[in-house]
């Protein structure tokens, strides 16, 4: 089965720039979306297809894929962006569901 | 604008079923993929399962044999049947819309109903 890999943390301060990766084999072939959970919360997509936004999202928020690595961005980061934050792909061939194991988005 | 509402969690003893409802307004369930993703205290997402507006459904190993997903079309509901729980299904469990062409993502989550799965 597919297998997505996050690094558990990320810490940045108010004002600089978060990235947090999704590793997979090869996943700059598949679309890769993210969303972000607040404790409490039910997740929120905040990009989709590597790097749509839907409407409601500030334009802080981007996305990229390449390689074997796909990368959530926040630009000018908030206290209000400090989440969870789960990378995801639809494994076709297989007909479900794969995330990655989150990132804790810390901010200083 | 689209609302899913989860129910049907609670405290139930290994080995015990359980049935989740998910009722929805603004959205038709019968035209949409949904899925059920569920989140262990503490721990990440995990995808439960998918139907498809064809009907077909599709699995987690993890739950594969144990659980159902349907719908009512009549009632605009998505359920999950949950049968031989065990201590590791415990967590909430949210129903989801997918969206997408064959990439398909998670468009609209409902808020989750707590499931706990002990003697």
């Known amino acids: 089965s597919y297998v997505l890999t996050q690094p558990p943390s990320v810490s940045v301060a108010p004002g600089k720039t978060a990235r947090i990766t999704c590793g997979g084999n090869?996943?700059?072939?598949?679309?890769v979306h993210w969303y972000q959970q607040k404790p409490g919360q039910a997740p929120v997509l905040v990009i989709y297809y590597d790097s749509d936004r839907p409407s409601g999202i500030p334009e802080r928020f981007s996305g990229s894929n390449s390689g074997n690595t796909a990368t959530l961005t926040i630009s000018r980061v908030e206290a209000g962006d400090e989440a969870d934050y789960y990378c995801?792909?639809?494994?076709?061939?297989?007909?479900?569901?794969?995330f990655g194991g989150g990132t804790k988005l810390t901010v200083l | 604008e689209v609302q899913l509402v989860e129910s049907g969690g609670g405290l139930i003893q290994p080995g015990g079923s359980l049935r989740l409802s998910c009722a929805a307004s603004g959205f038709t369930v019968s035209s949409n993929y949904m899925s059920w993703v569920r989140q262990a205290p503490g721990k990440g997402l995990e995808w439960v399962s998918v139907i498809y507006s064809g009907g077909s459904t599709y699995y987690a190993d993890s739950v594969k044999g144990r659980f159902t997903i349907s719908r009512d079309n009549s009632k605009n509901t998505l359920y999950l049947q949950m049968n031989s729980l065990r201590a590791e299904d415990t967590a909430v469990y949210y129903c989801?819309?997918?969206?997408?062409?064959?990439?398909?993502?998670?468009?609209?989550w409902g808020q989750g109903t707590l499931v706990t799965v002990s003697s």
């Open positions: 989801a819309g997918l969206w997408g062409t064959s990439d398909y993502y998670f468009d609209y």
């Open positions: 995801q792909v639809w494994d076709s061939s297989s007909d479900r569901g794969v």
């Open positions: 090869n996943i700059g072939s598949k679309s």
